[in-house]
DNA sequence: CAGTGGTCTAGACCACGAT
DNA sequence: TCGTGGTCTAGACCACTGG
């Protein structure tokens, strides 16, 4: 009974499924059941093998569903107890944020970065202490200015390890960008990042070319790769001149 | 032959593997092999059945592997072709947002929430656009402020649907937030951010108590219910009061 | 055409939790 | 002990891509 279509036609679902994969289809009438209320939170959903009851389909097909939701965080599952309805969008709200240069030329605008300074210091101790241990000595320090068809719109200040990076002090930054030039030569595996608003500093100002207290967009960043932090940066964002956005799709499949 | 582990064996991999499930081992190997360039970006992988012979584990187990690294950005498939090693990184730094009630919670502070207002209102026409087509008709608002240990730390303007939520305007929002009400309410599917950094205006700078001009963090989002936009809202921070935060893994397992 | 990935099954063994 | 989820296999059919 191999390559049977039409399954889940025993239950009261039946997506109009043409070429649907019924993994999909199974997911999808769990998701109905949770969204029109069937299902409340924490209800308990039926056994797989229930479902394959239910379904027609095999438990390897209504396992991979359901492990797709819980990976998703629809769903909970606890080994020898069952699959629960998940608290819904737990961990909902997600924004995503991409290369400035990557983002500029997306908008089909030209980006420029001039490079004001790139060089290794003793960091203060501010940002030593970002660095956590065990901590590195004289870090890399750049600071550039990206602009936008020739207006800045963002300020950057990266630290960054040398003992990850021992190339970085040696790379054109006007040509390529820092966070580019990261990514590819060091293995960037965790990294945190805080989001506030600030009013622009002196420096800042005169950078961005903005009136100093104007609000900006300022995001510190730190990255990981192992256990080891590779760099601290503060990225500041001309206030109106710039914003972070996303759009998401939650649920469904 | 089933229920054997060991199996990876005969690669040059095997993780000192106790109980580690096959196709998480599968895709430490690949992952190994990303990570110190053996398999640089764009590089095609040895097809699923080469893997089959390589790592003496089963294709499906194989293409799980492959699967979940494929959705989690590290590889690239195409049917009939191969797969490829992805760019690094691709889509990376995701910030995660919540209800700002539990945040502050979560932080041992006391959240507590003015509502300043909550009617149906002919909303004006920028929001209404930000509603799209089909729209929606004379939709609920509310604005409220919301205080950790009696600071006052968001302002929140939110326009409703009432086709998708027509109990909003009778709940008590000073004792759940909206946020916390709508996603039990109505199933939100999708949603959209956009975060910027403004001025605090007036009105703003009164609830908030802030200087005007003050900086501040603005975040706008809209949520659908499926191809309806169930919410359109304006959240706004005091700028050195408040952030968003997030840290996150980005590969490995 | 041969090779690739995408899906699906029937049955298996295991670890775990509740009874 | 029994039911739950977690993993794994061997083999199958399909759709797609390339030569």
Redesign the interface.
């Known amino acids: 009974m191999n390559t049977h279509q039409g399954a889940l036609a025993g239950a009261r679902d039946v997506l109009p499924g043409a070429a649907i994969p019924l993994y999909a289809r199974v997911k999808a009438l769990i998701l109905r059941n ?3 209320g069937t299902w409340p ?1 924490d209800r308990r959903l039926p056994s797989e093998h229930d479902l394959v009851a239910l379904t027609g389909a095999s438990r ?1 097909t209504v396992h991979r569903a359901l492990r797709e939701l819980t990976h998703a965080g629809v769903l909970h599952r606890v080994q020898g107890v069952g699959t629960f309805v998940a608290a ?2 737990a ?8 290369d400035i240069a990557q983002e500029i030329r997306r908008r089909g605008a030209v980006h420029g970065s001039r490079v004001l300074l790139l060089d290794r210091v003793e960091a203060p101790g501010e940002v030593m202490s970002a660095f956590g241990e065990p901590g590195c000595r004289r870090p890399f320090h750049s600071v550039l200015v990206h602009s936008e068809d020739g207006t800045p719109v963002q300020h950057e200040e990266r630290y960054v390890d040398p003992e990850l990076a021992p190339d970085y002090g040696r790379q054109d930054f006007s040509a390529r960008t820092p966070f580019d030039y990261l ?2 030569a060091v ?13 622009a500093s002196p420096a800042i100002a005169a950078a961005l070319d903005l009136p100093q ?6 995001l510190d ?1 730190r990255t990981w790769s192992g256990a080891r932090i590779a760099t601290v940066n503060r990225l500041t ?1 001309a ?2 001149r ?11 499949s």
Chains 1, 2 share one sequence.
């Open positions: 949770i969204g029109d939170r390897m819904p969008m961990r909902s709200g997600l924004i995503e944020i991409e990514i590819e293995p960037l595996t965790e990294f945190e990042h805080v989001i506030s608003a600030v009013a207290g104007a609000p900006c967009l300022r960043r964002y206030g109106e710039c914003r972070l956005a996303t759009r998401r799709v939650v649920s469904t």
